[in-house]
């Protein structure tokens, strides 16, 4: 078990005032077997509004109405979570025994439904052919091919940090030969549910310094989760090959990278230039009670 402390800070600065509408933040980590949240501290400028819900997903979602008119808009969350990793060792996959096709029990697949079909479209046909490029044997295990692939996106795709924007298109990003952390998981999302698995894109935070510097550190970062039979929802980070990693810390999950992103508003009037910063650090409690 490790006990970390976690904070998330997101500041937008206006040249102009505006006012804001509702914003739904995405910043509490997924209570389960696997993760315990110990404390929780929110801080918002100027104040509001604040309701908490759980969504369809189960994801902690915070409605925010900042109050009144402002030229910049604060949110900081920090949080002290337990976290009881579970590394895959040896597991037995029994059903399906094959990558392709893969069959779920009648009972998974009405729940698993939205998360077999594709959301993006491949008009020009570049995702299926690297696709078919990576399908193996017919009777590669199911698991070892989701690895394979997981390991073949970290070792052959350009990882380019990128703050701000949506997930590119998979497409696209085989075309380009890089991109970042959304990038990656979203195109082994989209390239799985084609082989027909179920698989969702996940959002949260990384802990790296028990191994070093790794892609993704320092904000916030996504990766894969695909649904296998005797294991579950199975935790696939191809920017840093990793899988059911205790660095991985996950805070929301989603069918697309657009119903994950951790903080989503709008605002009234005309703010001018608009500058948005983000700062994410993930350490153990310890280390930061010898430094005090």
């Given at each position: 078990?490790?006990?970390?402390?976690?904070r998330?800070?997101t500041i937008?600065?206006y040249?102009?005032p505006?006012?804001f509408a509702q914003h739904?933040l995405?910043?509490?980590?997924?209570?389960?077997h696997?993760?315990?949240?110990m404390?929780?501290?929110l801080?918002v400028?100027?104040?509001g509004?604040?309701?908490?819900?759980?969504?369809?997903?189960?994801?902690s979602v915070?409605?925010?109405?900042?109050?009144?008119?402002?030229r910049?808009?604060?949110i900081?969350?920090?949080l002290v979570?337990?976290?009881y990793?579970?590394?895959?060792?040896d597991?037995?996959?029994e059903?399906?025994?094959?990558?392709?096709?893969?069959?779920?029990?009648?009972?998974?697949r009405?729940?698993?439904?939205p998360f077999?079909?594709?959301a993006t479209e491949?008009?020009d046909?570049d995702?299926?052919?690297w696709?078919?490029?990576?399908?193996g044997?017919?009777?590669?295990?199911?698991?070892?091919l989701i690895?394979r692939?997981?390991?073949t996106?970290?070792?052959?795709?350009?990882?380019?940090?990128?703050d701000?924007?949506?997930?590119?298109?998979?497409?696209?990003?085989?075309?380009?030969?890089?991109?970042?952390c959304r990038d990656f998981?979203?195109?082994?999302?989209?390239?799985?549910?084609?082989l027909?698995?179920a698989?969702?894109f996940?959002?949260?935070y990384l802990?790296?310094?028990?191994h070093g510097e790794?892609?993704?550190?320092?904000?916030?970062?996504?990766?894969?989760?695909?649904?296998?039979?005797?294991?579950?929802?199975t935790?696939?980070?191809p920017?840093?090959?990793?899988?059911?990693s205790?660095d991985?810390?996950p805070?929301a999950?989603?069918r697309?990278?657009?119903?994950?992103?951790?903080?989503?508003g709008?605002?009234?009037?005309d703010p001018?230039?608009?500058?948005?910063?983000?700062?994410?650090?993930?350490?153990?409690?310890?280390?930061?009670?010898?430094a005090?």
């Amino acid at each position: 078990m490790a006990r970390l402390r976690i904070r998330h800070e997101t500041i937008y600065a206006y040249e102009r005032p505006v006012a804001f509408a509702q914003h739904r933040l995405l910043l509490r980590p997924r209570d389960s077997h696997a993760i315990r949240v110990m404390d929780a501290v929110l801080t918002v400028s100027p104040p509001g509004e604040t309701r908490w819900l759980y969504d369809a997903l189960g994801n902690s979602v915070c409605c925010f109405t900042p109050g009144g008119q402002s030229r910049a808009l604060s949110i900081t969350s920090e949080l002290v979570i337990e976290r009881y990793p579970a590394h895959l060792a040896d597991p037995r996959v029994e059903d399906p025994q094959t990558a392709t096709p893969i069959v779920y029990a009648p009972q998974d697949r009405t729940v698993l439904a939205p998360f077999i079909d594709p959301a993006t479209e491949d008009a020009d046909g570049d995702l299926l052919r690297w696709l078919r490029g990576q399908v193996g044997s017919p009777h590669e295990p199911a698991l070892e091919l989701i690895l394979r692939l997981n390991q073949t996106i970290h070792d052959t795709f350009e990882y380019q940090p990128r703050d701000l924007g949506a997930a590119q298109e998979p497409s696209h990003t085989v075309r380009l030969g890089a991109g970042t952390c959304r990038d990656f998981a979203w195109l082994m999302v989209e390239a799985l549910r084609r082989l027909g698995y179920a698989a969702r894109f996940v959002t949260g935070y990384l802990y790296s310094p028990a191994h070093g510097e790794m892609r993704g550190a320092g904000a916030t970062h996504a990766w894969c989760e695909a649904f296998l039979p005797d294991l579950g929802w199975t935790e696939f980070d191809p920017t840093n090959a990793l899988a059911e990693s205790g660095d991985l810390i996950p805070v929301a999950v989603a069918r697309t990278p657009l119903e994950a992103t951790p903080i989503s508003g709008a605002i009234y009037g005309d703010p001018g230039a608009t500058n948005m910063a983000v700062h994410v650090d993930v350490r153990p409690v310890d280390s930061l009670q010898a430094a005090a």
